[in-house]
């Protein structure tokens, strides 16, 4: 599995396993997420990616069980988790309605829950789940600034940010934001076009991919042109269509990280598939022309 070097001491899988949806599998047992684990680091990822807000913050707890109950796990992962949405669930039961917060208080109170779940001394990958409209980049920056200073955050990075919301976070930072987690699939190429992913090659900033399948929207009935596309590709390279799907992101020279979450043991064994994808610049342009459904100018 490749490797991609985020900053001087931090490098993730190019292939990351998602724990979105880890607390809506039958089983939660410590055992039963310790075999997902087990069975990523098998193919090389390494990399989880997880966030407070996760199972109406259940999430990292779920995850941390299987960590206390097998602690050499986490010499062989980096974690990833997201802060800054609140939400009127779990330990945020009592709040109004629905609301971000970036302010020194929420995002160290939010950390300290984190290693607290997920059993851990310190979190690979902070990120910023959303920009939000209300933040002060003087108190976030710094506050970001000072958990990578006291080894709590190896790294620090941003998620969904447009363009100038990273700027104005970076502009009140010494540390480097060093990614922005963005939806980007075969069914979301608006950041193929749109600067969101221009702006990060420019600073040879690696962007991480949420939803790489589109939420299983590939597979809808007006996706079938698509579909048809990658089954004749995913048959010719003895794949299924969601690793070419998936292959048609790692193919593009931004470094794309996808992000993919599944609790089926099965597809848990095949994620890495699609690494041994080939898609050169023709094949790449008939999968971005049939998902956008028309010739490119």
Not at 8 to 33: C, F, M, N, Q
Not at 34 to 46: P, V
Not at 51 to 59: L, P, V
Not at 239 to 262: E, F, M, Q, S, Y
Request: charged letters at 20%; glycine letters at 8%; one cysteine or more.
């Amino acid at each position: 599995m490749d490797r991609i070097q985020l900053s001087p001491d931090l490098e993730l899988s190019r292939l990351v396993y998602g724990l979105w949806r880890i607390g809506d599998d039958a089983d939660t047992s410590p055992k039963h997420v310790e075999a997902k684990i087990e069975a990523c680091l098998a193919q090389g990822i390494t990399t989880m990616d997880n966030a407070d807000i996760y199972g109406g913050y259940t999430a990292e707890a779920i995850f941390g069980a299987a960590l206390k109950a097998s602690p050499s796990l986490r010499d062989r992962i980096e974690i990833v988790t997201k802060c800054g949405i609140v939400a009127p669930a779990g330990r945020h039961s009592a709040v109004r309605g629905k609301h971000y917060d970036t302010s020194a208080g929420h995002i160290n109170a939010s950390v300290e829950a984190s290693l607290r779940d997920m059993a851990t001394d310190y979190i690979d990958l902070l990120l910023i789940h959303r920009p939000d409209p209300f933040m002060d980049p003087d108190e976030t920056g710094p506050t970001l600034d000072a958990l990578v200073e006291s080894g709590k955050v190896r790294a620090v990075g941003v998620s969904n940010f447009r363009p100038w919301d990273f700027s104005l976070l970076q502009s009140s930072m010494e540390a480097e934001l060093v990614t922005n987690q963005i939806e980007m699939s075969l069914v979301a190429t608006d950041s193929f076009t749109n600067g969101d992913l221009a702006y990060l090659q420019e600073r040879n900033i690696a962007p991480m991919a949420w939803s790489p399948l589109g939420g299983g929207s590939l597979f809808k009935p007006e996706n079938r042109e698509l579909m048809t596309v990658l089954e004749r590709i995913a048959g010719e390279q003895d794949v299924d269509a969601t690793a070419v799907a998936v292959a048609w992101l790692l193919a593009h020279p931004a470094r794309i990280l996808p992000v993919l979450g599944t609790n089926n043991p099965g597809r848990i064994g095949k994620i890495a598939d699609a690494a041994n994808v080939a898609i050169d610049r023709q094949t790449w342009f008939e999968l971005y022309t049939a998902a956008i459904g028309k010739q490119v100018p």
